[in-house]
């Protein structure tokens, strides 16, 4: 076989490109930055493909892309506009029914329709480390172009409902065993070469190549109870997902259908589905998630400080799992306590979270291990000398910060990055304490931090751009979602927090209770309400905080003063039973919530799942539009990605602002007037900013609601 390579005319404006090796066609595609399946791809390749197939002198066709990967699925940002010829099904109708055979040659991420295309070709391959699957349910949407009914027929049905449902990736060795692919070749300069001799193999060999559509023995074979068994318990883990309702029953249509009949049932639910509010939501939180990963992006690159080693300060919860979030993306850490039984206490609770995992599953005891021994403690500030970026995460209260940077200052290396892990104060003044204040900046990881992917980057008034452009890609490296903030009180997730919790004890008062708003909220779509994840938290943090400030609340205080303070003691909103977890409801907290009611001679009554909603989500929403008013972040969808990622506010409905906009922010301001009427609180006053965004001119409020005072 002759390994010269001659350049067949480049098609469709550089789009496609084809060089014949032997007999073979290699078409290659290049459509940066993924290789999305977009118009342009879908018409250049389906007319090389044409002309492929009625060429005589062509035995057979390997598909492949260039660039960092494989196609990597549908053109995201296409959907929800007009259908544009040739489709995604058609362009794998043509290739599965195309008369020579079609190699697929995979690597990078093929994902969606990537791999759908790949399953419609009569052979693939992959180099060792690329990682396929169908992740469209992270979109509301199911696999569109047959994935649904291909996939089972390549692993099994059972296999296929997990990886579609879940949106996992498979590589390509789980990939081989599995059956969806026939080999792995090198990703070196063997590659193209490897394809062809594995396709000249194929053709030599005297079993007949099958399309996929005609190799039902994994269908037929399956266990339908098992399926069954799967489906239920997937089910009962969707929450409120459309997309996952829809997905079990594409595959379980796979099982029972014929392929074309399963092809029609999957195409009906992908097109009800790509029309949908959830869908809309998804895709907006995909393209929201990378527009916040941008934030210092415009730095040069030689600007950007290198991280490798990694200083924390404070092994408590937040000390520690910053710890490991950081160990767990393969960063040596030093953890630096003030004496060595606090650093003991740290690091034996970090020991237990792996032991946790390990024990779980999810993590091998040789990874656990190989973790544990990136973080190394230290009794004292002066092991962090040499570390590129240190992080404080010791008790919140500014006059310890502001003495632990002003350590810090004098330890750390002059280039070196200061970061604090403050949760609302002003970072500013934290940076004054240093006489480095453009290398000092906030980094507020959530609890747990080694679990939970938002990180707020809290930008200073003095922190360089260059070191925001580092942070960004230090929280990739991190597998976190970095959204840049300014400096606010609690910044914008619990500035807005503060604004939610502002109206709930209100509603305990006048009739609610701890359980029916917890279950407004889950019904809602988060994965647990508030006073269960007060339970959890620990009572004692936010009474802590209201000491510190002067302040008190009704109902919490008094929990907390009779040693209520969540699951931690065995009782709070709610009460537990020894070793449980389970929110039990307590007549002492609902005998204590009435006597306050009637201490203020409030009349409790009936409220509504929909009343805790607006209450809660409105004022929300309104903090929201005035910390855009105020250019704390750029984006509203900065505000969504903080809210999905850092609190569980529900993936399908796009975070709170796009959420609010779905609702139409003059409802919102309207639902806000009304309750600022029946209960006279401020926190119900609309915003200037929230007003404006609706698009309210004056005229149209209410003339005895003066504007001026909206800035309560
Ligand atoms: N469509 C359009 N743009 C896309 C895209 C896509 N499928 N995937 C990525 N981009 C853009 C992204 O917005 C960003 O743009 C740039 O590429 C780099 O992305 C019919 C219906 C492939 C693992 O769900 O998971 O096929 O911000 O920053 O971190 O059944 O992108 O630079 O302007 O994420 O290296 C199914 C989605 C679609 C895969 C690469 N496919 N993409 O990660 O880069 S639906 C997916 C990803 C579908 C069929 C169904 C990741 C990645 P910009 P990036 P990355």
């Given at each position: 076989m002759s390994t010269e390579a001659r350049l067949v005319d480049g098609r469709e404006d550089g789009v496609v490109e084809t060089t014949m090796l032997g007999q073979f066609a290699i078409v290659s595609v290049n459509n940066p930055?993924?290789?999305?399946?977009?118009q342009s791809v879908r018409a250049a390749l389906s007319t090389t493909l044409g002309e492929l197939d009625a060429?005589?002198?062509?035995a057979g066709i390997i598909l492949t892309c260039a660039?960092?990967?494989?196609?990597?699925?549908?053109?995201?940002?296409?959907?929800?506009l007009p259908a544009l010829a040739p489709s995604l099904r058609d362009l794998l109708a043509q290739i599965e029914n195309s008369a020579k055979p079609v190699l697929a040659a995979m690597h990078g991420t093929p994902l969606g329709g990537g791999l759908e295309l790949a399953m419609a070709c009569h052979l693939r391959l992959a180099t060792l480390d690329t990682k396929m699957g169908l992740p469209e349910v992270k979109l509301g949407?199911?696999?569109?172009?047959g994935g649904t009914v291909r996939l089972p027929y390549l692993i099994g049905p059972e296999a296929a409902l997990r990886m579609i449902v879940q949106g996992t990736t498979m590589d390509a060795d789980e990939a081989l065993e599995a059956g969806l692919i026939d080999g792995i070749v090198s990703s070196g300069a063997g590659f193209l070469s490897e394809a062809v001799t594995f396709i000249q193999t194929r053709l030599l060999a005297p079993t007949r190549i099958v399309p996929v559509r005609g190799r039902r023995q994994k269908i037929e074979q399956a266990d339908r109870s098992a399926f069954e068994t799967a489906a239920i318990a997937l089910a009962t883990r969707s929450k409120g997902s459309e997309a996952i309702a829809a997905a079990i029953g594409a595959v379980r249509n796979a099982l029972f259908l014929s392929f074309e009949e399963a092809l029609a049932t999957e195409r009906a639910a992908f097109d009800a589905l790509v029309a949908s509010e959830q869908s809309a939501a998804q895709r907006h939180i995909f393209f929201a998630e990378r527009a916040a990963r941008?934030?210092?992006?415009?730095?040069a690159p030689a600007l950007r400080t290198e991280i490798r080693s990694v200083g924390v300060v404070g092994a408590g919860t937040m000390g520690g799992g910053i710890a490991m979030a950081f160990a767990n993306a393969g960063f040596p850490v030093v953890l630096a306590e003030v004496n060595a039984e606090a650093l003991e206490r740290g690091h034996a609770n970090i020991a237990r979270n792996y032991a946790t995992s390990v024990s779980r599953g999810s993590l091998s005891a040789e990874e656990a291990q190989r973790r544990l021994a990136l973080i190394q403690g230290a009794p004292?500030?002066?092991?962090?000398?040499?570390?590129d970026l240190i992080v404080e995460a010791v008790f919140e209260d500014m006059a310890i910060k502001k003495a632990v940077f002003a350590q810090l200052d004098g330890i750390a290396r002059p280039d070196a990055i200061l970061t604090t892990n403050t949760s609302y104060l002003d970072v500013n003044e934290i940076a004054t304490?240093?006489?480095?204040p453009a290398n000092v900046l906030g980094l507020h990881f959530f609890s747990p931090a080694n679990v939970?992917?938002?990180?707020?980057v809290v930008r200073a008034d003095k922190t360089d751009p260059a070191i925001l452009a580092a942070i960004s890609e230090l929280a990739r490296r991190l597998d976190k979602v970095p959204v840049v903030v300014g400096v606010c009180?609690?910044?914008v997730g619990n500035r807005m927090l503060e604004a939610r919790s502002a109206g709930m004890m209100d509603l305990l008062l006048e009739g609610a209770t701890p359980e029916q708003v917890d279950r407004a909220f889950t019904d809602f779509?988060?994965?647990?309400?508030p006073f269960q994840m007060q339970d959890l938290a620990g009572l004692d943090i936010s009474w802590r905080k209201r000491k510190s400030r002067g302040e008190s609340l009704i109902i919490a205080d008094d929990l907390c003063e009779r040693g209520r303070l969540g699951q931690k003691t065995g009782k709070g909103y709610y009460r537990y039973e020894d070793g449980s977890r389970k929110p039990l409801s307590d007549d002492v907290v609902l005998d204590l919530i009435a006597s306050a009611s009637q201490a203020r001679n409030i009349v409790r009554r009936e409220i509504s799942a929909e009343e805790i909603i607006e209450r809660t989500h409105y004022p929300m929403i309104n903090e929201g539009h005035r910390i855009l008013g105020e250019a704390?972040?750029?984006?509203s969808s900065d505000i969504d990605i903080v809210w999905v990622y850092?609190?569980?506010?529900?993936q399908y409905k796009g975070g709170p602002m796009f959420w609010a906009e779905r609702q139409g922010l003059d409802h919102v301001v309207a639902r806000l007037e009304h309750w600022r009427a029946v209960?006279?609180?401020?926190?119900?006053l609309p915003s200037a900013e929230l007003v404006q965004a609706a698009g309210l001119a004056e005229a149209e409020r209410r003339p005895d609601k003066a504007v001026a005072q909206v800035h309560s």
């Open positions: 930055p993924v290789n999305a399946l977009g060429d005589e002198a062509v660039g960092r990967t494989f196609f990597a699925g549908a053109d995201i940002a296409e959907f929800g949407l199911i696999p569109g172009a941008k934030a210092g992006s415009g730095v004292n500030l002066a092991s962090l000398a040499h570390c304490a240093t006489t480095r939970m992917k938002l990180v707020e009180h609690g910044f779509g988060w994965p647990m309400g704390i972040v750029p984006r850092g609190y569980g506010f529900p209960t006279g609180q401020p926190a119900y």
